[in-house]
């Protein structure tokens, strides 16, 4: 069974800081998605990449495959960047996503 | 639609009444999943539809879980003689079929078993 793995569990940065999250998971995966949750929203699709980086905006993207592990980056943050992500995988055979617990990123103006 | 409808958005329900939560997914995408979130936790799969079969349902935690997706599109989950640990909020996502393609999430349905 794949255990998806998630660090830190809460953060709270400056407006403008980089921000990093990572991701590990235990088996080979077919994919490795990014989420991101606003309170009391739905749930929003931020990426889905099976190797190498991905960008959008201010939004950075990483898997490493050899070391099953995946980190979100997010540059120049700003509040409204306030929310939780999730990283969750698919498996080969398996479209079903499980998911990480999410952390929960807090930007103070 | 333009995206994954979900309805009720909340539901109040008294131990022991039956609720069905609806979703309504993006025209088209063949795959369509329940998950359940419950507080300060991230969602655990429950079921999954390709259009009206239903491929995986080895998440649903008790035979009082029912998911239904007769014609491809709208499906129901049902949950009978609910109790308080099933109160959790209940997300739907749809996708078009294989590992390619990303998922739309709907806003969900907010479960209160008082």
């Known amino acids: 069974k794949n255990e998806v793995e998630q660090s830190p569990q809460n953060l709270t940065a400056q407006e403008g800081e980089f921000i990093t999250i990572n991701c590990s998971y235990s088996v080979g995966i077919s994919a490795l998605h990014w989420l991101q949750q606003h309170p009391g929203g739905g749930i929003v699709s931020l990426f889905m990449?099976?190797?190498g980086k991905k960008k959008h905006g201010r939004l950075i993207a990483t898997i490493n495959i050899q070391e099953k592990h995946s980190s979100l980056h997010i540059t120049a943050s700003h509040p409204r960047d306030s929310a939780v992500y999730i990283c969750?995988?698919?498996?080969?055979?398996?479209?079903?996503?499980?998911f990480g617990t999410g952390t929960r990123l807090t930007i103070i103006p | 639609g333009a995206g994954v409808s979900q309805s009720p958005r909340y539901k109040v329900a008294k131990r022991g009444q039956d609720v069905a939560l609806r979703c309504d997914p993006i025209?088209?995408?063949?795959?369509l999943f329940w998950y359940q979130q419950a507080l300060g936790q991230g969602p655990e799969f429950l079921t999954y539809?390709?259009?009206?079969?239903?491929?995986?349902k080895s998440g649903l935690p008790s035979d009082r879980f029912f998911a239904e997706r007769p014609e491809g599109s709208v499906s129901t989950l049902k949950i009978q003689r609910t109790q308080q640990e099933d109160s959790a909020v209940y997300l739907c996502?749809?996708?078009?079929?294989?590992?390619?393609?990303?998922?739309?999430f709907g806003s969900g349905t907010r479960l209160t078993v008082v």
């Open positions: 996502a749809s996708s078009l079929p294989g590992l390619n393609y990303g998922y739309t």
């Open positions: 990449l099976s190797s």
């Open positions: 025209s088209g995408h063949v795959s």
């Open positions: 969750a995988s698919t498996n080969f055979g398996n479209e079903k996503l499980t």
């Open positions: 539809f390709q259009n009206e079969a239903q491929l995986d």
